[in-house]
Nanobody, 115 residues
Framework: QVQLVESGGGLVQAGGSLRLSCAASGSIFSINVMGWYRQAPGKQRELVASISRSGTTYAADSVKGRFTISRDNAKNTVYLQMDSLKPEDTAVYYC?????????WGQGTQVTVSS
């Protein structure tokens, strides 16, 4: 069973950038849609962006134009480039399939944006 490990989070000032990575322990080529999710303190987990095997992308309105999702099937990795970060982007970020499957949830990576 494939495991997903997120990395790349950190503390950044508003307006800064971060690039998150989601490394899979096995092939993700067979997984049609991969997504990035986030959960802020006291809030429900939400879908941020997703990408299909063919490269079709989706981004939530709150991040559209600022976040870019990509995937490298050869490296079994999904990325989330986050630019123009805002304090409201502060959350733990997770990758999973879309729709999400419980056994793919990992530890996530913390993103903190200071004002």
């Amino acid at each position: 069973q494939v495991q997903l490990v997120e990395s790349g989070g950190g503390l950044v000032q508003a307006g800064g950038s971060l690039r998150l990575s989601c490394a899979a322990s096995g092939s993700i080529f067979s997984i049609n849609v991969m997504g990035w999710y986030r959960q802020a303190p006291g809030k429900q987990r939400e879908l941020v962006a997703s990408i299909s095997r063919s490269g079709t992308t989706y981004a939530a309105d709150s991040v559209k134009g600022r976040f870019t999702i990509s995937r490298d099937n050869a490296k079994n990795t999904v990325y989330l480039q986050m630019d123009s970060l805002k304090p409201e982007d502060t959350a733990v970020y997770y990758c999973n399939t879309r729709p999400q499957l419980s056994y793919y949830w990992g530890q996530g990576t913390q993103v903190t944006v200071s004002s």
